[in-house]
């Protein structure tokens, strides 16, 4: 059966996180991007309202809220502002390798103390390294064993919310030359000795989240740091990023329509020649374009995610949301601008921060190109069971056959 509705639980939050955005985000984004700064107060508010740690489960202390429900909040916080959604659902993120790899035990210990805080906790996903972006399996921070323990060494960068983290969820390899084999992942506590936060960097857009480089100098974990067995970091980066891509484009949907809804609202006032400039098909083809961009990102995610709640492969469904998504709210946000025309390149005016913040959404999690590498893969694989029922008639020398 298909159906499109959503049920009353879905529907209950995603009315929570949107009257939650209208009035602590939507009034006070262009503040918190000029600040550049982590809008704690706010990610505390999110935190009481209900609207984070959705998808762990109630015996961790989380909401136990499915991934499609996870899209309904990102995409509405992503309405007010792409930086707070970034900051708000960083740790969906970093959680994830934990959730799918923990034992009750590790989940107890590491993860059940940040959630029973009445104060917000907050977890960054260390993968990234300066030469290790788009190429996972070439990371170079070493996790060493020692007896029971493990000693990890190297640097990280673009890490979101790591200055404010109090745990790491962190990608390190037994031997580089090892590549995807060799990798692993270790939950390390902020505060452990040897943990420093480096440089904080200075974005374009998205100012309202914070990222930064992270060191990690001979820092000991306890071996029940270990996520699943040793080599599994590689294949949980990418299971990780299957379910998270989804929450990406659901922020990117909230972008792209925030773009639709300012650049009609704008289009159905302005007159220019006597009439509103709405009325004009260059204008209105351009909000139909629009606005038909923003629907398709929605059903893009929201499958991504109604695939990942059933446990059904979603690799190349999370990528085509994430990237379609992305390039869709990167347009829409540069359509507002034009609609807008002088007003449109005014910081004083929406569209000039949507564009900069649009632009994070098609790098981050995997630019937009790697997700055709991934979908590519995949659709190649399953070709060559494919049997489209063609039979080759061709009597032609040396063509190719199919
Ligand atoms: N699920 C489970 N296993 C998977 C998988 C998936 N989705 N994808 C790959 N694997 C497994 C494969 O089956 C394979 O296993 P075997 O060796 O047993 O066959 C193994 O992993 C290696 O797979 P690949 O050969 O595809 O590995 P690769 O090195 O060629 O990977 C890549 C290429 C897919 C492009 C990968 O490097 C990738 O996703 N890169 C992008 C990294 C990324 O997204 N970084 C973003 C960081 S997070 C961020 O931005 C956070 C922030 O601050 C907001």
């Known amino acids: 059966m298909v159906d499109f509705e959503l049920s ?38 999110a935190y009481e309202a209900g609207l984070m740690n959705l998808h762990v489960p109630k015996s961790v202390g989380g909401l136990e809220r499915t991934l499609l429900e996870e899209t309904l909040v990102g995409e509405a916080i992503g309405y007010g502002c792409a930086g707070c959604a970034s900051a708000i659902g960083c ?21 059940k103390p940040l959630l029973a805080a009445d104060e917000v906790r907050l977890a960054s996903f260390c993968l990234t390294e300066r030469e290790s972006g788009s190429d996972a399996a070439s990371i170079g921070t070493i996790a060493k064993r020692d007896g029971h ?24 390899t037994v031997d580089p030359s090892l590549r995807q084999k060799g990798i692993s992942v270790f939950m390390v506590p902020a505060d452990l000795p040897g943990v420093k936060i480096g440089h904080l960097e200075n974005k374009l857009g998205q100012r309202a989240s914070v990222q930064s480089e992270v060191s990690f100098e001979n820092v000991r974990v306890p071996g029940d740091a270990l996520l699943g067995r040793e080599g599994d970091g ?11 891509r989804a929450g990406i484009a659901a922020i990117a949907t909230g972008v792209a329509q925030r773009a639709v809804d300012e650049a009609s609202r704008f289009a159905s006032t ?12 260059g204008v209105s083809f351009t909000l139909a374009d629009m606005a038909c961009r923003a629907t398709a990102s929605r059903h893009l995610t929201r499958h991504a995610a109604w695939l990942a709640d059933r446990h059904l492969p979603n690799t190349v469904e999370s990528a085509y949301a994430k990237w379609f998504a992305s ?53 190649l694989k399953q070709a060559a069971k494919l049997d489209t029922g063609f039979r080759l008639e061709y009597k032609g020398k040396n063509a190719p056959r199919i």
């Open 8 to 45: 009353t639980a879905e529907r209950e939050i995603k009315e929570r996180a949107e009257t939650f955005a209208r009035d602590h985000i939507t009034p006070y984004a262009s503040e918190f991007d000029r600040r550049s700064e982590f809008p704690r107060e706010l990610v505390q508010r």
């Open 91 to 111: 740790n969906n993120l970093a959680f994830t390798p934990i959730l799918l790899a923990g034992t009750k035990e590790q989940l107890g210990k590491y993860v």
């Open 149 to 172: 323990e493990w000693v990890i060494s190297g640097e990280k960068c673009f890490i979101t919310n790591a200055p404010v983290a109090s745990l790491h969820t962190v990608f390190a």
């Open 234 to 244: 590689f294949r949980l980066a990418m299971m990780t990023l299957d379910m998270t």
């Open 270 to 281: 302005r007159k220019q020649f006597g009439q509103v400039i709405g009325m004009f098909e």
């Open 327 to 379: 390039d869709s709210a990167m347009t829409n946000a540069v359509e507002c601008a034009q609609i807008m025309r002088g007003y449109g390149y005014m910081e004083e005016y929406p569209a000039a921060k949507l564009i900069r913040d649009a632009k994070l959404l098609q790098i981050y999690e995997g630019t937009n190109q790697i997700q055709r590498v991934v979908a590519s893969g995949v659709i």
